[in-house]
Structure formats: structure tokens, C-alpha cells
């Protein structure tokens, strides 16, 4: 496991025949990341961590838990912290980096590094109402 936590936030849905499969949300603080969260789980997600998590390799995947301190809360902005369903841990199929900035109508694959291990990356504006659907569909399996 991880000596530091990330700061990011993790999310899972569950996928009939893969199980459970979690996205790591990063960016800037203000960026969305939790709200991007609350919405997933409004879709049926489970929160997995918010706003740090730790992230390690087994084998060749990679796999997200929350420092026990944060578990099962996530902040929501002008409100406060709430408590979630939360799960203990998932194995990350996608990273999301959120930016204020305008993303590439389409953009080239591309991947972040982590524990030695690449994990797909797509860099998208967490506040648009069909963020909710891209992550949904990005973390489908083929």
C-alpha cells in the first residue's frame, strides 16, 4: 500500500460478470471531485474515498482503499460533511483528471502511472451535466 495517501476521490459500480470497478477522480482542489462523486452515487456508485485514498499494485492492476480516519464521509461543498455507503476497496479501471479548462473534442489515449502500473486516463470537465454518463460508459466493460 501506499506510505502517502493520494488526494483524489474513488468511485465504483458494480458490473454484471467484472464486479466491482473503480475510477480515481483528480484534480485541483474545487475541480469537482466530490461533486462528480455525489453524482455517481446518485446513479448508483459507491464511494470508496474522498478526496485521499491510497493506491497500490497487485500484479498488474491496481486497486484503491480509504484511510479508515475518512471512511464511509464525503464533503459536499456549502453543505459539510455526509456519511456514504462506502466500499472497502476496488480494483481502478479509469482515472479522470478534471480541469476547469476546456478538454480536446478528441483526444489521443493517454495514461497515468501509478505504483509501476498504467491505468487509462481521460481528462474531463467534472461540473458538465454528462460527466456522469461518459464516466459511466468509459468504465463499462467491452
Given at each position: 500500500m501506499s506510505d502517502q495517501p493520494l488526494h483524489g476521490t474513488v468511485a465504483a459500480r458494480w458490473t454484471p460478470g467484472s464486479g466491482w470497478r473503480g475510477v480515481l477522480i483528480i484534480g485541483p482542489s474545487g475541480a469537482g471531485k466530490s461533486d462528480l462523486a455525489l453524482r455517481l452515487i446518485g446513479h448508483g456508485w459507491r464511494l470508496v474515498a474522498d478526496d485521499y485514498a491510497h493506491v497500490f499494485a497487485s500484479g498488474r492492476a491496481l486497486y484503491a482503499t480509504c484511510p479508515p480516519t475518512i471512511?464511509?464521509?464525503?464533503?459536499?461543498?456549502?453543505?459539510?460533511?455526509?456519511?456514504?455507503?462506502?466500499?472497502?476497496?476496488?480494483?481502478?479501471?479509469?482515472?479522470?483528471?478534471?480541469?476547469?479548462?476546456?478538454?480536446?473534442?478528441?483526444?489521443?489515449?493517454?495514461?497515468?502511472?501509478?505504483?509501476?502500473?498504467?491505468?487509462p486516463l481521460v481528462r474531463l470537465c467534472g461540473f458538465e451535466p454528462s460527466a456522469v454518463e461518459k464516466v459511466t460508459l468509459l468504465t463499462s466493460p467491452l
Open positions: 471512511t464511509g464521509r464525503i464533503e459536499a461543498r456549502g453543505v459539510g460533511v455526509l456519511p456514504a455507503c462506502a466500499l472497502d476497496m476496488v480494483r481502478l479501471v479509469l482515472a479522470v483528471q478534471l480541469s476547469a479548462d476546456p478538454v480536446e473534442r478528441l483526444p489521443e489515449a493517454a495514461e497515468i502511472i501509478l505504483a509501476g502500473v498504467p491505468l
